[in-house]
């Protein structure tokens, strides 16, 4: 596609129950972002996958929280046991090349927004 | 570690005004540093792109700066619109790969 994209748009759980967010980079981008944006907040960084790298899971605030991405493509976001604090719109950001000289714009998907009952 | 200020937290101004909005970073080891919009419920739309070795870019009525040696960046706003009411996120990457946001600048521009 054109653009990142997301799914879902939005997503009502209760809480104890697993969720699986889903991004879609913009092909060819080798970098893929997650960030959490709580109410109000600024945006938090969750993980950073690059190429065929190990992950960078610094920002994932606890084990509950875990990525994946397939083929160096899609990506899922998986929360266990969601809390209501784990409510927030979940962005998805790809870039081409991580860093250096050459461009390495962020391309941002539309988001989901998580809410645990 | 990198902190990114973005002054003002909120703003609201009459149609036509031309704005400046201002980011501040505390180190000045960046790659690059880019300008996004967020509108309400919606994801962030890139705006500009400076890298490190770049003073300025300008996209129509949008003109970022960059200036490495003071940690701060601005972004101008030509001619103020209603639909420019967003907020307006800064965000800089260093060594890391790991961009580090402001958190934002809301603006109101009202007819």
């Known amino acids: 596609g054109a653009g990142v994209s997301q799914s879902p748009s939005n997503k009502v759980t209760e809480k104890g129950k697993d969720v699986e967010l889903r991004c879609d980079p913009i092909s060819g981008h080798t970098a893929l972002y997650w960030y959490r944006q709580s109410l109000g907040q600024g945006l938090e960084f969750l993980i950073y996958f690059q190429g065929n790298s190990a992950p960078d899971k610094s920002g994932l605030p606890s084990d509950r929280f875990s990525a994946e991405r397939t083929g160096g493509s899609v990506s899922t976001l998986t929360i266990q046991r969601t809390q209501q604090e784990d409510s927030a719109v979940y962005l998805c950001?790809?870039?081409?090349?991580?860093?250096?000289?050459?461009?390495?714009?962020?391309?941002f998907g539309p988001g989901t927004r998580l809410t645990v009952l | 570690k990198q902190e990114v200020t973005q002054i003002p937290a909120a703003l609201s101004v009459p149609e036509g005004e031309n704005l400046v909005l201002n980011c501040s970073f505390t180190d000045s080891a960046i790659y690059n540093l880019q300008w996004f919009r967020q509108d309400p419920g919606k994801g962030l739309t890139s705006l500009l792109l400076?890298?490190?070795?770049?003073r300025e870019q300008t996209s129509g009525r949008l003109n970022a700066s960059l200036d490495k040696s003071s940690g701060r960046s601005t972004l101008y706003i030509a001619a103020s619109q209603p639909g420019d009411s967003a907020t307006y996120l800064c965000?800089?990457?260093?060594?890391?790969?790991?961009?580090?946001f402001g958190r934002g600048t809301s603006l109101i521009v009202h007819p």
């Open positions: 965000a800089a990457r260093g060594g890391s790969y790991i961009p580090t």
């Open positions: 950001a790809s870039s081409l090349l991580a860093a250096g000289p050459p461009p390495n714009e962020q391309f």
């Open positions: 400076i890298q490190s070795s770049q």
